[in-house]
Structures are given as structure tokens and as C-alpha cells.
């Protein structure tokens, strides 16, 4: 009987993070600093490709405070395997401003192929961004930082982002991105949080949900205000 092939590794790399959201299902924080032994990674990658593995995922805490990374996405890329990373785009835990394209470069060269950026809410609803990831605004907006480094990562031809226009027009002006229409139906977007019958929420999981529905909540009033 055919083995088939490993579909995707996911590789907690640290539990350091600039942010510190009520819900992660790490605990990861400014104040941890638990990094992933690279040279058991680089085992397991290589010995995950002998199964046939399609696609690698680094996740965190964040993964742009793992001092090896260029090293991690580099053991993706010798085999050919397109790697991810889980990402706020911050990494500083201090100014917690936006990577800029010159780091997104550096890690592409290293193997980066795609990455996947936290968002909580919108523009209009950016407090309650960071509030969520517990930053005030005098250490730093975290939702715009978030934004900045999403548009940064476009610009590297990585991707493509849902931005509002106002955030990438002087980028569209200067012909460095480029905006295409959504369609003629206005975009909608449908929540939900989905779980197995069988599983027993846990703090973290009751905590997200009523998070997540009070985000609703506010959503609604603002449109039918």
C-alpha cells in the first residue's frame, strides 16, 4: 500500500513575540525567548521530505524574532519545498514597527516563498487591532504597522493583499503596485468560528469566540449607523 505524501510540516519556531494576544494558543509574548533548536530542525525537515513533503509552515510566537530563520527557510529550499510563515510583520518589540521590504528581500533570498498575516479588524476598527494584541498607541499602532509590512511584501512580488486604497495610493501613483477590481459585487465577508462537537473549548478558545463576537457586534452597529 502507497504512504502519501506528507501535505505540510508546521514548525513552532519560537515563543517570542512583539505582541502579546489574549488568545494564542502559545502564550507567546515580549517576554518569552524559547527559540527552536536549528539543528533538530534541520533534521526533521530533511527527514519529512523523504515522506514526500509538499509545503512547510513556521509559525510562533513570531517568526520574524527566530534568530535562525533565514537558516530555516534555507532547509525548505534545498529540498524544493516552498515555505510559509504565520506573521504579524512585526518584529521589533520595542518601536513595533513594520518589517520593510529590504528584510522581506533578505528572506526571500533565503527561501520565503509566501507568508500569512494576522488582521483582526479593519481600519475604521483599528483600536480594537490593538487591543486584541494588547499594544497601545503610545508604544506603537499595531494595525498599521500590520498594513505597512503586508504592503511591503506585495511590493516584492510575493502576493496580494486586500489594502484600502488610501493606505497604497501614492504606491499605485508611482506605478509600484498595481489595483485591480474586486468585481461589481461589493465584497462580503461571512464570520463564523467552526469546532468539532466533541471538543471542549478551552479559556483561550471562549475567550477568542466572544472576541470575535463583540468584533461582530460593532460591525453591525457601524453599518446600520
Known amino acids: 500500500m502507497r504512504t502519501p505524501p506528507l501535505k505540510l510540516l508546521q514548525i513552532d519556531l519560537t515563543d517570542e513575540c512583539p505582541l502579546f494576544c489574549g488568545h494564542c494558543s502559545n502564550s507567546s509574548g515580549p517576554g518569552r525567548n524559547t527559540h527552536f533548536p536549528i539543528e533538530r530542525l534541520y533534521e526533521i525537515v530533511s527527514g519529512a521530505r523523504t515522506l514526500g513533503l509538499e509545503m512547510v509552515v513556521y509559525s510562533g510566537g513570531e517568526p ?27 518584529a521589533d ?7 520593510l521590504v529590504e528584510r522581506w528581500r533578505e528572506l526571500k533570498s533565503s527561501g520565503l516563498t509566501a507568508a500569512r498575516f494576522s488582521v483582526y479588524s479593519g481600519p475604521s476598527n483599528r483600536e480594537f487591532h ?26 516584492l512580488d510575493m502576493g496580494v493583499g486586500i489594502l484600502p486604497r488610501w493606505l497604497v495610493a501614492e504606491e499605485i501613483k508611482q506605478g509600484l503596485l498595481v489595483s485591480l477590481p474586486l468585481g461589481r459585487r461589493r465584497l462580503k465577508r461571512r464570520w463564523g468560528v467552526l469546532y468539532s462537537k466533541k471538543r471542549k473549548l478551552s479559556l483561550a478558545d471562549n475567550l477568542f469566540i466572544n472576541i470575535s463576537r463583540s468584533v461582530f457586534r460593532s460591525l453591525v452597529q457601524s453599518s446600520e449607523a
Request: positive net charge.
Open 130 to 155: 490593538n487591543q486584541v494584541v494588547q499594544t497601545r498607541p503610545a508604544i506603537g499602532d499595531a494595525f498599521g504597522a500590520n498594513e505597512q509590512a503586508i504592503k511591503e511584501f506585495v511590493q
Open 64 to 90: 520574524l524574532r527566530y534568530p535562525d530563520l533565514e537558516e530555516a527557510l534555507s532547509a525548505a529550499r534545498t529540498g524544493g519545498t516552498p515555505a510559509t510563515i504565520f506573521t504579524t510583520g512585526i
Open 93 to 99: 518589540k520595542r518601536t513595533r514597527l513594520p518589517v
